[in-house]
């Protein structure tokens, strides 16, 4: 192995842990969004979905650009290399993540149950599609996106859409999924909230099969297990996603969503831990050539440019979890009538 600068290794992981954290915060917000349909049965109710997501969904995606441009600038190459290779799915998650946007802003501009219906359609769809092509691109990464020593991709959208890349997507869906019909628990009460738990009950079942399938099929279709068979202290991150999902089902059981809610967290983040760690000190590998590969060795910054972003973030990054524990802490009540008063809800 080359020789890793210290400050590349800090910021490999560091880009782990924005991913991972924005999967944790975006997801159930995605998530409740694909679930309204099933579990909303009139307007009122899926106001109240909308509202339990409307202070929190664009701080969330915050992560999503923090973690963008952490690639861009702690490994431009990657940036370049990856938004080459995967242009089309990048470009339709993008496109969706507009639409889900301008639905959230746009479904009470007009006094029509018409008018909101399209928007909530544009929502679901603004959601599913970014849960998907997420769980596509990763599980690509992880088995290797087919370019050459010219970093040219040698594929289309359907090389990245093989069996693994799908069952990626899968399994992401169902993470989300689960994850929002905790927090539409979480928000509400009555009916809606009773709703959600049995739909999440029944998705915990379905997710628990694919994230098993899924570790296996990773063992012979990549090389994540490498780096944990290799220092078994590092079983402890897999083991730590078995646990979040064992524990937020019995939490789930025993009638305490937050409880539940913060071991999903918990199962998300060691899930893209479980992934990044995996393809260290790799960043974006190459199935046709390893030596072909973008890792921390070749795509890095300058360690001039990395400790100045390390400075940057450790001013800035607190700030913004400061201010994110404000919003969480100061709309954390259920969703009650005085939140649909005019010039107040979605």
């Avoid at 010219?150 to 594929?155: A, E, P, V």
Wanted: aromatic share 16%; proline share 4%.
């Amino acid at each position: 192995m080359e020789q890793l600068s210290m400050l590349g290794i800090i910021w490999f992981l560091l880009w782990g842990v924005l991913w991972a954290v924005y999967f944790l915060l975006d997801g159930f917000d995605l998530g409740a969004a694909m679930l309204m349909p099933f579990v909303a049965k009139n307007d009122e109710q899926r106001r109240r979905i909308v509202n339990s997501m409307g202070p929190f969904w664009d701080g969330n995606e915050v992560w999503l650009i923090t973690a963008g441009g952490v690639t861009f600038a702690a490994f431009p190459k990657v940036y370049a290399v990856m938004f080459s290779t995967l242009y089309t799915p990048l470009m339709l998650l993008l496109f969706a993540l507009i639409i889900r946007g301008v639905s959230f802003e746009f479904r009470s501009k007009v006094e029509s149950l018409r008018w909101r219906k399209i928007w909530d359609t544009a929502l679901v769809v603004g959601s599913f599609l970014p849960a998907l092509l997420l769980g596509v691109a990763f599980a690509n990464i992880f088995k290797g996106i087919p370019f050459d020593g010219d970093y040219i991709f040698q594929g289309n959208l359907f090389t990245l859409l093989n069996p693994y890349g799908l069952m990626g997507g899968l399994l992401f869906v169902l993470m989300f999924l689960y994850h929002g019909a905790l927090w539409i628990a979480i928000k509400n009460d009555g009916e809606l909230a009773q709703r959600a738990v049995r739909y999440g009950k029944a998705i915990w079942n379905a997710l628990l099969v694919i994230a098993a399938a899924f570790l296996i099929v990773t063992y012979f279709d990549t090389a994540l297990w490498n780096n944990f068979l290799a220092n078994p202290v590092l079983l402890v991150i897999p083991l730590a996603a078995v646990c979040g999902l064992i524990g937020t089902r019995l939490f789930l059981g025993t009638g305490n969503p937050w409880r539940a809610w913060f071991a999903s967290s918990a199962m998300i983040f060691s899930v893209t831990m479980f992934g990044v760690i995996g393809l260290f000190p790799m960043l974006f590998p190459s199935s046709i050539n390893p030596s072909y590969s973008l890792g921390i060795a070749n795509a890095a910054s300058s360690d001039h440019s990395l400790l100045i972003m390390l400075c940057v973030a450790i001013v800035f990054v607190p700030i913004v979890i400061g201010y994110q524990v404000w919003v969480y802490r100061t709309f954390r009540h259920k969703i009650t009538a005085d939140d649909f008063k005019p010039g107040q809800s979605y």
